[in-house]
């Protein structure tokens, strides 16, 4: 339930209006503009072939960090048809949210967006802009931000992850990953529907494998034109629709059988859109907060001295999960797209041109994150305001994540009742890598064993 962003976290906090902040165009001169630095490149190809020897586009997020790291903080590059400005400082980007205007505008995939077009469907929060967007935000978003509805359900989120931990987990895991799918899906359908919600469990299967054959698919169309692919009927653009068409099938008709006794009143939404809401959300929220989740268990797996640290520490639970998203983070990138021209830090941003803020590299830069590569759980209780633009996990600003409390939440629940009862040991005999695919996610499953604790008499 996590992301927002430029990948495909559905997520955030509400924000009353904010004025619209001027550019500072005349307040700098001309003089003191700076050039956003460029990588060398080759004629026509420019810098395409180095970023494909880097390993594509799975190994982007490794790719930008080395060009921060030879140009600063602040580059621009064009990865095949993309144009973008990549920014790794926190000060630069506690501006650009600044400038992003009333309704901030963030990418969605092409692939996407000739789907919704070639066979007419309207689709959620995600997809919108404007004024509609800020409507339906604002009125979804005190549904799921509501802290007395959280409160209420607080009970029953523990009875789930009791279900998994003390339940299914007490024989030997098989596929860690589909189980966290599954208990996140379980999560908010209990939150929108009650507490009787179950999803039909042959449906599950095909939906997570769905799911995340569209996220593979995706990510093969980021350098090839998707608008080529579909006018060809390629094998990437037919696998792509097929998920798609499977995936939103699942949830709509999840969805519309439990409309009858959802309060739809308290929303105010019409039917056919709050059922578009809901769809987008239950494709957004489970891999998001699955991952996030898995990265956590196979961190504590593989540092056993934390894992006595926690016990010891209990409120040092939301530090792991911290450390999961700053280290592997979910969407290693925002995207914004700014409104108008702005000069912020003395460089000249145009409008409409892509902003990629990177999370991956801020994240683990010694200067906002001291021994930046080390899982520290304990960093969390002096990390300073500055460095939290360093680190936003659940996006900023209005177009943050909608469904961040009950991510949270759900997941401190998750590892603490995990904790409580099991050692967990790191099984995987070689090292996990981080990749994209369209999300960041382990380049291998990720296997662990959960020996229980001895009882304390």
Known sequence: MMGGSGRLCMCMFLHPRLRIHRSFTSRVPKDKVEVIPRPKGWPLLGTLPEFLSSGSVSRIHEYVDRRHREL????????????AIFVADPGIVKEIFRHEGPWPRHLIPEPWII??????CRRGLFFMDGAEWQEERQRFGRFLLSQARIEAHHPHFQVLSDDLVLGKWTQPIENLEEDLYKWSLQVVGSYMFGEDFRFPEGDLEVLMRNVRELFHQSAAMTLFPPKVAAALHLPVWTSFVSAFHSALAIVEQMVKERLEGF????LGMKEDLLTKVLVDLFLAAAD??????????????????IQEEIRNTPHLVGGVVNESMRLFPVAPFLTRYLPRDSIISQYRIPKDVLLLLSLYTMGRDEKHFKHGGEFKPERWKEVGVES???????????????????????MHLLLSTVLRHYNLEALNESEVKYEMRLIGVPSESIKIRLSPLPRQS
């Open 72 to 83: 600063g903080p602040i580059f621009r590059d064009r990865l095949g048809s993309v144009e």
């Open 388 to 410: 939290r633009f360093a680190f936003l996990p659940f996006g900023a600003g209005r177009r943050s994540c909608v469904g961040k409390k009950i991510a949270l939440i759900n």
């Open 115 to 120: 789907y919704n077009r070639k066979f007419g």
């Open 263 to 266: 309060q739809k009143k308290e």
């Open 288 to 305: 998001t907060t699955s991952y996030t989740l898995t990265w956590c268990l196979h961190l504590l797996a593989t540092h056993p001295r």
